[in-house]
T-cell receptor, first 115, second 110 residues
Framework: GAVVSQHPSWVICKSGTSVKIECRSL??????MFWYRQFPKQSLMLMAT?????????EQGVEKDKFLINHASLTLSTLTVTSAHPEDSSFYIC???????????FGEGSWLTVV | GQSLEQPSEVTAVEGAIVQINCTYQ??????LSWYQQHDGGAPTFLSY????GLEETGRFSSFLSRSDSYGYLLLQELQMKDSASYFC???????????FGSGTRLLVRP
C-alpha cells in the first residue's frame, strides 16, 4: 500500500483562485518532504523542500509567494498554489523518505488544471 | 550546472533485454536512483546505487561508475507492462533531494 498519500488527485480551479494540495506520510513521521512539478512529457523538477516546523526552502526560479508550503506536523505538508493561472496547470508530486534506509517514496500526484 | 542525460526513447520487443543509459553532471554525488513512471501515474522506485558496480533486483539491474559519471538500468525479459517512462535521478547530498534526468520512454512491442 501507499506510504505517502496526496489529496486531491485531480483538481480544476478557476484562474485567479487558490488551491491547496496535501501530502501525508502514512504510518511514519517525515521531518522533510519534497514537492516536485511535472509538465506533460517532461521530467520532474524539484520546487521546494518542506521542513517541519520551519520555512520551506525553494529552488531557484520558484516563487515562494505563489507556491506556499506549510509543514505544520510530522505527517502533513501542504502546497497552496495562489492566484493560479493556466500556466500553473501541471502534475504536482510530493515525496518523503522512510527511515532508516534511503528509499524515497512518492505520493500518487495531483493533477491541477487551471481554467 | 546540473544535467542528467538519457536517451529520449527506446523500443524493444517482448522478452528482450534493454539498457537505458544515464550520464550526469552535478555539483555533488551521493547516489543514483531509477524510477518508473506510467502515463498519468507517480514515479515508482526501481533501484539505487551509491557505490560502483551492479545492483540486481529481479528483472531490473542498475549499474554505476562514479569515475565516469555514468549509470544504466538494465531490464530483462521485457514485458508489455514495462512500457513506461524511466528516469534516473541523482542525490547530490544526503538530503534525499532528487535531480531527475530527462527521462526515457520505453516502448515494448509484441
Amino acid at each position: 500500500g501507499a506510504v505517502v498519500s496526496q489529496h486531491p488527485s485531480w483538481v480544476i480551479c478557476k484562474s485567479g483562485t487558490s488551491v491547496k494540495i496535501e501530502c501525508r506520510s502514512l504510518d511514519f513521521q517525515a521531518t522533510t518532504m519534497f514537492w516536485y512539478r511535472q509538465f506533460p512529457k517532461q521530467s520532474l523538477m524539484l520546487m521546494a523542500t518542506s521542513n517541519e516546523g520551519s520555512k520551506a526552502t525553494y529552488e531557484q526560479g520558484v516563487e515562494k509567494d505563489k507556491f506556499l508550503i506549510n509543514h505544520a506536523s510530522l505527517t502533513l505538508s501542504t502546497l497552496t498554489v495562489t492566484s493560479a493561472h493556466p500556466e500553473d496547470s501541471s502534475f504536482y508530486i510530493c515525496s518523503a523518505t522512510v527511515l532508516p534506509g534511503n528509499t524515497i517514496y512518492f505520493g500518487e500526484g495531483s493533477w491541477l488544471t487551471v481554467v | 550546472g546540473q544535467s542528467l542525460e538519457q536517451p529520449s526513447e527506446v523500443t524493444a520487443v517482448e522478452g528482450a533485454i534493454v539498457q537505458i543509459n544515464c550520464t550526469y553532471q552535478t555539483s555533488g554525488f551521493y547516489g543514483l536512483s531509477w524510477y518508473q513512471q506510467h502515463d498519468g501515474g507517480a514515479p515508482t522506485f526501481l533501484s539505487y546505487n551509491a557505490l560502483d558496480g551492479l545492483e540486481e533486483t529481479g528483472r531490473f539491474s542498475s549499474f554505476l561508475s562514479r569515475s565516469d559519471s555514468y549509470g544504466y538500468l538494465l531490464l530483462q525479459e521485457l514485458q508489455m507492462k514495462d512500457s513506461a517512462s524511466y528516469f534516473c535521478a541523482v542525490e547530490e547530498d544526503s538530503s534525499y533531494k532528487l535531480i531527475f534526468g530527462s527521462g526515457t520512454r520505453l516502448l515494448v512491442r509484441p
